[in-house]
């Protein structure tokens, strides 16, 4: 039977954007791809990106849609996102299943669909999966490391870690292995923080916790010498797993040696704004911040006000993006001190979404405060950038510990927000700690870029990829 996989990414920026990636480097791979987009997802993609130019070239691609049982005017932001699992749940899951169980994605197309790529946190795909017997193979596009906590999620519950109150934060976690040395309450993902277990985000994870290991395989945006410490744990629940990441550098490399011209490849949800690069151009190499807090998280207006003070206080450049909706809250304008809006106009740049693979790839860049989402932490450490942590959700606290203390290529702020700390760390990684931080990022892109050059253990787990979908 002809290999004819259907991918299934979670309706936001970075797991559209990885799963896309590993759409396009199936389809060169000869193998058929139907990747299905929520309603919402596909119309902003038609709207910002050429995806429908790009996939056109392949014969074997196609896109469906789904809704994702929300309304079409629901602003779909990170301080909602609870609403959207909710829809998932109500309606995208009992269409999901009617649309399987009547082969709709296999009548459409030459072939019966023969793998199913879904994002991990859709245990409901491997329910049905195993009803019309097609096997599934995950793709967790979040962090290894944040991984293990999920799937260490039971044990902590039995050892009776978590639940937990909020108010003891510094208590170490004796329950996942690997981290015992440097795993606090603190840096669990934060929904690890209720202390009830019926809570929703806790059940999506327990259910989480249980399929993946359930799946065919495990597919992760990581390289053996990033995570080796986790992955040899994780691989007793999950033996067959591919590490398959940075997954934007082997979609580069792939691409590349595939002669495929790469000229404006974006999967981005917003228009990407340009106009910061002409700005970038004219500072001094490795001098400016980078402030981005990905496509989900927010600050409230105090916090902003924080953010900004210690920008402008650390005396350096910065750039800073400020996406709609990101600022939960309003101000007056008035409220602006002027000295915050004429040190922003000598030295700094405000910008709404940017292509940021890029931004993070140019001379300029010093230093990025980022939410520490898993993709800014992967582009960021393959352009050798420090980061200085300010996480919020799902990933982002474990993300940021193991930057600070296992990696150790950049500072952890996270539960604070002051405009002292945030110029206090501005200035320890631009000037007091930036030669040992960039040492230690020297090896890993070093090492990153191994993993996706030839016979590189990314390259051998993605040919290993292929064969196995080819053999199911
Ligand atoms: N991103 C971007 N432009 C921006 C901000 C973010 O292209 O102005 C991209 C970024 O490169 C990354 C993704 O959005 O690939 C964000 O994913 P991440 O996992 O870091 O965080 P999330 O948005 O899922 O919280």
């Known amino acids: ?3 004819h996989v259907l991918i299934f990414p979670l309706p936001l920026q970075g797991p559209v954007n990885c799963m896309l990636k590993l759409a396009e480097l199936l389809c060169i791979s000869g193998i058929s791809v139907t990747v299905l987009n929520t309603n919402h997802i596909q119309r902003m993609l038609l709207r910002h990106t050429n995806v429908l130019t790009r996939f056109g070239r392949y014969l074997n691609f196609r896109f469906e849609t789904i809704s994702d049982g929300l309304p079409d005017d629901h602003p779909r932001t990170g301080d909602r996102v609870l609403e959207l699992f909710e829809g998932l749940k109500a309606v995208t899951e009992p269409v999901f299943r009617e649309m399987m169980v009547s082969g709709c994605f296999s009548s459409k197309s030459d072939a019966p669909v023969t793998v199913i790529i879904p994002d991990g946190v859709y245990p409901f795909v491997l329910d049905v999966a195993e009803e019309v017997k097609i096997p599934v193979i995950y793709f967790e596009t979040i962090s290894p490391c944040a991984l293990w906590t999920y799937l260490c999620l039971p044990n902590m519950v039995a050892a009776g870690e978590v639940p937990f109150k909020s108010n003891d934060l510094d208590v170490m976690i004796k329950s996942v ?6 795993l606090r309450r603190r840096d669990l993902p934060s929904f690890f923080r209720f202390d009830d277990l019926a809570d929703i985000q806790t059940q999506i994870v327990l259910k989480e916790a249980r399929s993946v290991p359930r799946a065919y395989g495990l597919i992760l945006n990581t390289f053996q010498a990033l995570d080796a410490s986790i992955l040899v744990h994780m691989q007793t629940l999950c033996p067959n797993t591919y590490c398959i990441g940075p997954i934007h550098k082997l979609y580069k490399s792939h691409l590349t040696s595939e002669s495929i011209l790469l000229s404006n490849v974006s999967n981005s949800l917003w228009e990407e704004n340009i106009t910061c690069f002409s700005w970038l151009d004219s500072q001094v190499p490795r001098s400016v911040v980078y402030v981005s807090i990905g496509s989900m998280a927010g600050m409230t207006v105090d916090q902003f006000f924080e953010f900004w003070h210690g920008l402008v206080n650390s005396g350096k450049h910065f750039l800073w993006v400020q996406r709609p909706c990101s600022i939960l809250g309003e101000y007056d304008d008035n409220q602006v001190p002027r000295r915050l809006v ?3 106009k000598k030295r700094g ?3 709404t979404w940017v292509p940021q693979e890029a931004v993070l790839a140019h001379s300029a860049i010093g230093v990025f405060l980022t939410h520490s989402g898993w993709n800014s932490t992967l582009e960021s450490i393959m352009e050798g950038v420090p980061m200085i942590c300010w996480p919020q959700n799902v990933d982002q606290q474990v993300n940021s510990r193991f930057v ?4 150790k290529i950049g500072i952890d702020i996270k539960d604070t927000c002051d405009r002292l700390t945030i110029e206090k760390a501005v200035k320890d990684v631009m000037d007091v700690k ?3 931080l960039i040492e230690s990022l020297r090896m890993f892109v070093e090492l990153g870029g191994q993993s996706v050059t030839e016979d590189g253990s990314s390259i051998m ?3 290993r990829l292929i064969k196995t979908i080819k053999s199911l």
Do not use: L
């Open 404 to 407: 600070s203390d296992v990696w």
């Open 461 to 463: 787990d993605f040919n």
């Open 349 to 351: 740049f405000i910008t």
């Open 342 to 344: 004429e040190e922003t």
């Open 434 to 436: 930036r030669s040992e």
């Open 1 to 3: 039977m002809a290999p």
């Open 177 to 182: 292995p690997g981290t015992v040395n440097f």
